[in-house]
């Protein structure tokens, strides 16, 4: 791998770190795909990052239980279905398009049987 790209999968592995951190105090912004996903990222790009999440308190056992069996914990399932049904109805409260509310609907609902398809942390 070039250095190039090594340097864009630690940078995407820091901004995803960044935003999952922000998911933890902000409602409609969800913590666990951006770890897993700056998890996925440290490790083709920095190896001591990888490593750090791997160990962290907090980040280190979601790692791990995606890792070992695909599995989600069952509070973030239901916050992730429930901010997305309350996301929902706020696009269907403002009135917007149908067309909107389909495709949100659709794609809301294939997160939420994906979520609930995988055993729980």
Partial sequence: MTLMGKAGYRWLAYISLSLGVAGVV??????????????????????????????????????????????????AKFLAAALMASSWALLWWWQMSPVVLVITGVFFSGLVLFLFTRPSA
């Fill in 26 to 75: 902000l409602p409609l912004l969800p913590t666990t795909p951006f770890v897993l996903l700056a998890a996925w990222s440290a490790s083709r790009g920095s190896p001591a990052f990888e490593r750090w999440l791997h160990d962290h308190q907090r980040f280190g056992p979601m790692i791990a239980d995606w890792h070992e069996r695909q599995a989600v914990p069952r509070s």
